[in-house]
């Protein structure tokens, strides 16, 4: 069946703009999280979903990233004012629940380039 | 907080030689530990992981890892590499304690096999 996946594969925008992420589980997948890596260094939490809410968001590094996930499904990780560090790859992962056993799926990423 | 090291970076050996990556983990009571292999122009996929039951784990290709709770390490190793190992390899950790589904991930170790 089919992974998951995630769009635009890559990004490249200005200091200031605004830019949408978005990422698609797999199918009947309740758990869904968001994390970013930088370059030479291991991914980093971002954020955990379990359904349609935020189950937890203490990686979100500051107020100018917000996710949403409103049908329990797609979610979309937005990022304000972006800056250059901002600069890395996000990854999205799916599991079936948010048990901690369950093996987390991940999706090939978008690279985030700010200039 | 939870944190994990591997100690090497980069890690070349030769085909067919035996090769161990090294991963330890912060101390803490419970945890769940696991090895992600990403492969060039590929995602994140996962090894194999240790829950609980027998600290030795092993993956479909050869790979064996073993929990060590009083040396708080989860080092992975092959007895013999083959050219398509070439990959980098993470490990990453689940930590029970802080009720968190979110896996924390070391620095990664780049492992090229020469033939």
């Known amino acids: 069946g089919a992974g998951v996946s995630q769009t635009p594969s890559n990004k490249v925008t200005e200091k200031g703009k605004y830019v949408e992420l978005r990422c698609d589980p797999i199918?009947?997948?309740?758990?869904l999280y968001w994390y970013r890596q930088s370059l030479g260094q291991g991914p980093e939490f971002l954020i955990y979903f379990q359904g349609t809410g935020a189950a937890d968001d203490s990686g979100l590094p500051n107020d100018r990233f917000f996710a949403v996930r409103p049908e329990g499904s797609v979610s979309t990780l937005k990022i304000q004012r972006t800056e250059r560090g901002d600069s890395a790859v996000y990854l999205c992962a799916s599991s079936r629940g948010g048990e901690y056993q369950e093996t987390q799926y991940f999706g090939p990423g978008t690279r985030l380039l700010v200039l | 907080a939870q944190s994990v090291t591997q100690l090497d970076s980069q890690v070349p050996v030769f085909e067919e030689a035996p090769v161990e990556l090294r991963c330890n983990y912060s101390?803490?009571?419970?945890?769940?530990l696991f090895w992600y292999v990403q492969y060039p122009n590929q995602g994140l996929q996962l090894l194999l992981k240790y829950l609980s039951g027998s600290t030795l784990v092993k993956s479909i290709n050869g790979f064996e890892a073993e929990f060590n709770k009083s040396q708080t390490s989860f080092h992975l190793r092959k007895p013999s590499v083959h050219i398509s190992d070439t990959a980098e390899y993470f490990c990453a950790v689940s930590d029970l304690d802080q009720g968190a589904q979110k896996l924390v991930f070391g620095q990664g170790t780049r492992l090229t096999i020469n033939p």
């Open positions: 199918s009947g997948h309740t758990a």
């Open positions: 101390s803490s009571v419970s945890v769940y």
